[in-house]
C-alpha cells in the first residue's frame, strides 16, 4: 500500500490528485483539509458514491483519516482497489499530521477523538422502567426473562465510578414461556424458596466504590472494571463486572454480560454439587445476566 507524507502533498498541484476525508460528516464538519471530499468509508455506499465521481482508473487518489493508529484510511485504500484504482496512496499519520502543514477548515479547528471515551464529572440516574435480561438453563433448554429496577444512579468523579442499584426481586418473569405453557408456574418457582425467596428478599441491591478504566477505553468494548458487592438473598458477595460505557450526547449507555454462580447465594435447587439423584431437575449452576441500561 502506497503512502505519502503531509510535506510531499502539500507540494502537490492541488489539481493532479483527488483528496478524500474518509471519516463520518460529524467529523469532516468539524475539521478536514482544505480542498478534501467527504466519503465515508463505513458507509455502505462507499462504491457508489466513489463512482459518482467519475473519476479514470489512473487518477491519483489520496485518502486519509484520523492518524495512523485506525484502519479507516486503509479499508478506503483497499476498496479503491477493488474498484481498479492504480494510484491510491494514504496520507501518513492522517489529518493529525497535517497541522502547520497543510490549511486545514471547519467549525473547531480542533480533532474530535470520539474512539476513547471521556466522562464528565456528573451523577447520573437509570431511566424509568429500566430492566435486566436474565438466562437460565439446563442440559435439554434454557429459560430468559427480565427483571426490572427500582432505582439506580452513578457517579463519575475524575473517571472513577461509584453507585448503588436496586432491583424489584417480585418483578422477575418468564419472557419465552406463555401462560398456557407454564409461565405463571416457573414465575412463582422462580418466586419461591427454591430461588429467590421473594417473600422474605424483595429486594437485590449492588453497589460499587471501586472501579478501574483500561488505560485506552475504546468506546466499542469494554472499558471498565467495576468490582461491587451483590445483596441477593440476604447474603452480600463480592461480584466483578467487566463494564463497557459508552456516550450517546448526554446519556451513559452500560453494557454487560455477567456470569453469576448462584449458589454462592444460596440458591442450590437442581446443583449437582448439594443434591444426587436429580435426574430431569438439574439446572445449570450459572446464570447470566445482561445488562443495558440509560442513565442521564
Request: negative net charge; contains cysteine.
Amino acid at each position: 500500500m502506497k503512502t505519502i507524507d503531509a510535506v510531499a502533498l502539500n507540494n502537490l498541484e492541488k489539481e493532479t490528485y483527488t483528496l478524500i476525508h474518509v471519516l463520518p460528516k460529524e467529523h469532516y464538519k468539524n475539521l478536514h483539509i482544505k480542498g478534501a471530499l467527504n466519503i465515508c468509508v463505513y458507509e455502505v455506499s462507499f462504491f457508489d458514491k466513489i463512482k459518482a465521481l467519475n473519476l479514470n482508473a489512473d487518477t491519483q487518489v489520496v485518502v486519509y483519516g484520523e492518524s495512523d493508529n485506525e484502519m479507516d484510511a486503509k479499508m478506503a485504500a483497499s476498496k479503491l482497489h477493488d474498484l481498479n484504482f492504480a494510484n491510491v496512496y494514504v496520507l501518513k499519520g492522517g489529518l493529525s499530521a497535517c497541522k502547520n502543514i497543510m490549511p486545514l477548515e471547519g467549525d473547531s479547528l480542533e480533532s474530535d477523538n470520539d474512539q476513547l471515551l471521556h466522562l464528565d464529572n456528573k451523577t447520573y440516574v437509570i431511566v424509568k422502567n429500566s430492566t435486566l435480561t436474565w438466562t437460565g438453563e439446563n442440559a435439554n433448554s434454557k429459560h430468559s426473562g427480565e427483571i426490572s429496577l427500582i432505582e439506580g444512579s452513578m457517579e463519575v468523579k475524575d473517571s472513577f465510578l461509584r453507585g448503588e442499584f436496586v432491583i424489584d426481586m417480585n418483578s422477575i418473569k418468564t419472557l419465552d414461556l406463555s401462560s398456557e405453557e407454564g409461565a405463571d408456574i416457573l414465575n412463582a418457582h422462580l418466586r419461591s424458596d427454591d430461588f429467590f425467596l421473594t417473600k422474605m428478599f424483595s429486594t437485590a441491591k449492588y453497589s460499587f466504590n471501586h472501579s478501574k478504566s483500561l488505560p485506552l477505553p475504546y468506546q466499542t468494548s469494554v472499558n471498565y472494571i467495576i468490582d461491587g458487592e451483590l445483596s441477593l438473598r440476604g447474603i452480600r458477595k463480592e461480584q466483578r463486572i467487566n463494564m463497557l460505557v459508552s456516550k450517546v450526547k448526554e446519556t451513559l449507555v452500560l453494557n454487560a454480560r455477567v456470569e453469576l454462580d448462584r449458589t454462592q447465594w444460596g440458591i442450590i435447587y437442581g446443583s449437582t454439587r448439594f443434591f444426587k439423584y436429580l435426574g430431569m431437575h438439574k439446572i445449570f449452576d450459572i446464570i447470566w445476566i445482561d445488562i443495558r441500561l440509560e442513565l442521564r
